[in-house]
């Protein structure tokens, strides 16, 4: 059973310090991991999607790669800002699961002015 | 677009009653997933459907829960009794045909049982 584990689960960080969230999941059968930014009380916002056969995908000050044998993936954000605060999660979709994403706990940032 | 709605943003409700969450996807998305979040828990899956059909219900915790799909564009997940621990934040999520597309998700339905 694929699991998906985010650490730290919380990160503290003063304004203009880069972001590095961890996310590590156990079955390397994936066809593609997905990254999401939740707001308090909101929805799930999708953030960047890496297929298995990429190694990091780009949008804007975030940056995600993908270590599929290794089991890691990790998310990147330039110059953070208080507007970054939030928790991330990101998520995999398994080969032997069909189209079902295994989540993770998330790590829930707090960028400081 | 509008992306995928969700209606209640909110329900209370008591113990025993029936509730009815509602959704509507992307337009020419074809997968629809129920989720549900709990602190607990995190995120868990409990039904997708794949062209209105369900596909996999393994996540749907008993039999008080159930999921339609009538049409393309309109999905309920009802439970029926409720009970408190059923209180969560209940998701909808829409993508289209094939599993190198992203997921999006709905506001979401707070559920409070009391």
């Known amino acids: 059973k694929q699991e998906v584990t985010q650490i730290p689960a919380a990160l503290s960080v003063p304004e203009g310090e880069n972001l590095v969230l961890n996310c590590s999941f156990t079955d390397s059968a994936i066809y593609n991991l997905q990254w999401f930014r939740q707001d308090p009380g909101k929805g799930l916002t999708s953030l960047l999607l890496?297929?298995?056969?990429?190694r990091e995908q780009t949008s804007g000050r975030l940056n995600a790669s993908l270590d599929k044998s290794s089991g890691r993936s990790t998310l990147y954000i330039a110059a953070s800002q208080p507007g970054d605060s939030a928790t991330y999660l990101c998520?995999?979709?398994?080969?032997?699961?069909?189209?079902?994403?295994?989540f993770g706990g998330g790590t829930r940032v707090l960028v400081k002015p | 677009d509008a992306g995928v709605i969700q209606s209640p943003r909110h329900e209370v409700t008591e113990m025993g009653q029936e509730v009815t969450l509602r959704c509507k996807p992307i337009s020419g998305h074809d997968y629809l997933f129920w989720y549900r979040q709990t602190m607990m828990r995190g995120l868990e899956l409990l039904i997708y459907f794949n062209n209105n059909v369900p596909i996999d219900d393994s996540g749907m915790p008993e039999d008080r829960f159930s999921a339609k799909m009538p049409n393309a564009s309109f999905s309920t997940l009802k439970i029926q009794p409720s009970e408190p621990r059923d209180s969560a934040v209940y998701f909808c999520?829409?993508?289209?045909?094939?599993?190198?597309?992203?997921?999006?998700f709905g506001p979401g339905t707070r559920l409070t049982v009391t």
């Open positions: 999520a829409s993508s289209k045909g094939t599993l190198s597309y992203e997921q999006y």
């Open positions: 890496i297929q298995s056969s990429q």
């Open positions: 998520a995999v979709r398994v080969k032997a699961a069909g189209n079902k994403l295994t």
